[in-house]
């Protein structure tokens, strides 16, 4: 049964957005970093990208022993359980930590055997989760209160301090043009899910692998569109493409409607596109990042624990891995990354960020549903899937100004084609690279007041193909920006508000010190339901404000203008970014204006 997003009776949770960990509110206020990143940041990104893949090529490269109980990353290095000193010596002489423990690996499996078949007599009872910690050189059953009640409880517990029985207070569940990893995706007229990743047959034929509780009945048609609009294939064909049981959450979508094509670009919203170039298997202490179709939409955090049998309530399955990350309901069957590396498939969650719940994401091994069906990643070097590509992308058509401040310009364009699919699009100020974007609208900022500037767009795709330059267009800034006192900057642009996507718009403040607390906030605009909406305000420094909650069962519309008041120690210089999340559907609206008091 796919997990439904929205019921009539349901109030939803707030979501709560990290892009290297998921840090739940303290305060009213979450810490974030999924509006432009500073250099300082993505520099630091990279090194710990380069760092993982380093570790991750010396594990490859260490030989596994029946002396050794388990590894993971931590304090960036690999560490390896081992159970004697001269296991340990050879670990230490090829780059790795060592750790002594007690337990091998068949003690900690015979244990594991012992509590499984505890566990399964005691489904829908309290159960998260069982598996192996090599951290702990333990099993570890995670369960809430209610367990201790059960007559599995007593018997587990009586298996000896190899196992230890952490109390939860969460439930897990299954959540439920190009294709992308990380785009929506509808089966038939249920809720939606999300993409997975793209990957070929050995015909050549386009497949996307997603989650097996979004695929769960035979011959589904899939749509890219709420409302059956958009017919992009068909899931789970003949019945036999989609498990939800013991072996996994896992399943395939057959990509076969004329004018669609499949993609190896993560789909980040909003950030530039992470081009998948392999796959790989997760190790605890793993940074990973997922991208899913419920806002916040861009999802990281760090792996805490794999190989898990996770107990949903209405089926147990074996071989998933948890993280601290945050997910909400429709991001299911969404693409988890480590790098440009696929790693998974989204199962389940607790569907709102919970503060350092090391079970708050759960997702299904990738590399099991490729073999599974026999499927070719597609990946963004033009290898599986399409290895000679060599034709660009079409020119992107009718470049536009949208508006502009006194040192900032928004501009919109039509989308490119091409076949394999467009990965992004670099903004050019006159010869100058400006920004790169995934979708078809840009702000270009640090511009001079008063000023006439000349932009282009240029598309690109996975292989590195890139479109000739659009037609230019002249925009010029605004004379100056602000009222009397510098204080107040607004930004007139429409925005479009509409089902499951983000309206994103950015104010370069460039008043000095510290801002004014409370800050103002004035949003201007129309939505037929309120209760739909997620309205953040994001910080110079990425810090996120809450203005507006996405819950409710009755809809109210948007004021025509609405103002909120957020307590903040921010300095007022920069970027400061209104995002309006749409998390219901059939209702839509527009952000006309806002603007910010500082």
């Known amino acids: 049964m796919k997990w439904r997003r929205k019921p009539a009776t349901m109030i939803g949770g707030a979501a709560v957005v990290a892009t290297i960990a998921c840090l739940a509110p303290l305060g009213g206020v979450a810490l974030a970093a999924e509006s432009s990143p500073s250099p300082q940041a993505l520099a630091s990104h990279s090194v710990a990208q380069s760092q993982q893949v380093a570790l991750h090529r010396l594990s490859d490269g260490l030989a596994s022993t029946s002396a050794q109980a388990g590894r993971w990353i931590e304090n960036g290095q690999l560490m390896v359980a081992v159970v004697n000193d001269p296991e340990a010596a050879r670990v230490r002489k090829e780059g790795a930590t060592p750790k002594l423990v007690k337990r091998t690996m068949t003690d900690l499996q015979l244990l594991l055997a012992k509590v499984d078949k505890a566990a399964r007599q005691e489904r829908g009872t309290g159960l998260q989760s069982w598996g192996i910690d090599p951290v702990t050189n333990k099993v570890v059953v995670r369960a809430r209160a209610s367990f201790q009640q059960r007559g599995a409880y007593g018997a587990i517990r009586g298996l000896g301090d190899g196992v230890q029985v952490v109390t939860v207070t969460t439930n897990l569940q ?38 097996g509780h979004c695929t769960n009945d035979a011959n589904q048609a899939a749509y890219g569109q709420s409302g059956q609009a958009n017919k992009l294939g068909t899931s789970n064909v003949g019945g036999t493409h989609s498990i939800n049981a013991r072996e996994g959450d896992m399943g395939v979508v057959d990509v076969t409607e004329a004018g669609w094509t499949i993609s190896p670009a993560v789909n980040t919203w909003g950030q530039p596109a992470v081009t998948v170039t392999g796959s790989a298997d997760a190790i605890v202490g793993d940074a990973v990042c997922h991208s899913g179709n419920t806002a916040p939409n861009w999802e990281c955090g760090t792996v805490t624990a794999v190989n898990q049998s996770i107990d949903y309530g209405s089926v147990v399955i074996d071989g998933l891995s948890t993280t601290n990350a945050c997910s909400e309901g429709g991001d299911s069957g969404g693409a988890w990354v480590r790098g440009d590396k696929a790693v998974g498939l989204h199962s389940g969650g607790n569907s709102s960020c919970v503060a350092n719940d090391p079970g708050n994401s759960v997702f299904q091994p990738v590399n099991e549903a490729l073999a599974k069906w026999n499927l070719t990643l597609l990946v963004g070097d033009g290898g599986p899937g399409d290895p000679t590509d060599t034709q660009a992308p079409t020119v992107p058509g009718n470049l536009r100004s949208t508006g502009t401040t006194s040192d900032s310009a928004s501009l919109a364009w039509d989308a490119s084609t091409d076949n394999t699919g467009v990965t992004g699009y670099d903004v050019y100020n006159g010869a100058t690279l400006a920004t790169t974007v995934t979708g078809t609208t840009a702000t270009v900022s640090g511009l001079s007041a008063d000023t006439s500037y000349s932009f ?143």
Request: hydrophobic share 30%.
């Open 174 to 211: 299954q959540q439920s043009g190009e294709v992308n990893p990380g785009d929506p995706w509808w089966p038939g007229s249920e809720s939606n899910c999300s993409v997975g990743f793209p990957a070929t047959d050995a015909q050549g034929g386009k497949h996307f692998v997603t989650a």
């Open 456 to 598: 282009t767009v240029v598309a690109k795709d996975a292989a590195g193909n890139k479109s000739k330059a659009s037609a230019a267009v002249t925009a010029r800034t605004q004379p100056g920006g602000g009222d009397p006192g510098g204080r107040t900057f607004s930004n007139g642009t429409d925005y479009p508000i509409r089902d499951y996507q983000t309206a994103v718009s950015a104010i370069r403040s460039t008043a000095t010190g510290p801002a004014n607390s409370p800050i103002k906030v004035t949003v201007e605009g129309n939505h037929t339901c309120l209760e739909d909406l997620n309205i953040s305000l994001v910080s110079p420094s990425g810090r996120w404000y809450y203005l507006q909650r996405y819950g409710g069962t009755s809809c109210h519309p948007l004021p025509a203008s609405k103002t909120y008041s957020v307590t903040s120690t921010e300095n007022a210089a920069g970027t400061w970014t209104l995002r309006i999340g749409d998390n219901g559907p059939g209702d839509t609206g527009t952000l006309t204006n806002w603007s910010i008091t500082l």
